[in-house]
């Protein structure tokens, strides 16, 4: 395992944390803290975490739980652990509550770009896995306007000198509408900020045959280019979960292993 800064630690530490505020309480400091120490050396964020040995020793401990827990998690839903970079990952149940194919890895805006490329490339080297996706907490409004920016610019060529300036930007106007109502309907609002909603980049196959470092450059050029313009408003998040897919044939297997434990406990019990 590499050797980890106390922001990164923080980092991975919340993914099984689940909550800044969850993180504070096993540090012994506010959530708020946790918050600013998180956006080390960003907006919003300190210059520098504290490096004196009470708050070494306090973000260690929490770190340490967090790799057993991950260790654990990773044991008892049949999933490779991700050495390099431990992030917490966990297969969600379908409506039968059987473990599915999918597996999260959420809370992750805050690890750098350079950790979440080795978590995948890890990912990749372990041959169990067939895609990988990030979702971001997005502004629809600010998105819509930069997808229909983008297909009033590729269709300027055709329009210019057809229509008048301000039929243009009725034209603008008109295709932020088109785009804001496309997505309404797919998702849930978040909270009760309408205004928010969260977006997956396309899947990108990591599975062996494939080249990591692909896979990986088109991840980070999504995140990049599609989610991040429309991250800036207050809520917004950048690459706070990433998705992966089982290979079909890990998941059977690892389902008839569940079955057959549930049949010796029954025995045992009976």
């Not at 993914?15 to 959530?31: C, D, K, M």
């Amino acid at each position: 395992m590499a050797k980890f800064g106390l922001q990164d630690k923080l980092a991975l530490a919340l993914t099984s944390a689940g909550s800044q505020r969850e993180l504070g309480r096993r540090i012994g400091v506010s959530h708020q803290k946790i918050g600013r120490w998180l956006r080390e050396g960003n907006e919003g964020g300190v210059k520098k975490i504290p490096s004196d040995s009470t708050t070494r020793a306090s973000i260690k401990k929490a770190f340490t739980k967090h790799l057993k827990t991950t260790s654990a998690r990773a044991r008892e839903h049949n999933l490779p652990l991700i050495h390099g970079v431990p992030v917490y990952l966990e297969r969600k149940p379908l409506n039968t509550g059987e473990l599915g194919d999918r597996v999260f890895a959420v809370h992750t805006e805050f690890l750098r770009p350079e950790l979440r490329g080795k978590i995948v490339l890890e990912a990749h080297q372990t041959g169990k896995f067939l895609h990988v996706s990030t979702r971001s907490v997005i502004d629809k409004h600010s998105y819509a306007k930069r997808e229909a920016a983008k297909e009033y610019k590729k269709r300027k060529g055709t329009m210019m000198g057809v229509y008048t300036k301000p039929q243009l930007a009725q034209m603008i106007m008109n295709a932020m509408d088109r785009k804001v109502a496309e997505f309404q309907p797919k998702v849930k609002p978040i909270l009760s900020q309408v205004d928010l909603m969260p977006i997956f980049t396309r899947y990108v196959n990591i599975q062996s045959w494939a080249s990591p470092q692909e896979s990986i450059r088109e991840m980070h050029e999504a995140i990049r280019e599609k989610h991040e313009p429309a991250t800036g408003a207050p809520g917004t998040k950048l690459a706070d979960q990433l998705l992966f897919q089982l290979q079909a044939y890990e998941n059977q297997m690892s389902l008839g292993k569940q079955k057959t434990k549930s049949k010796r406990r029954t025995k045992r019990d009976g």
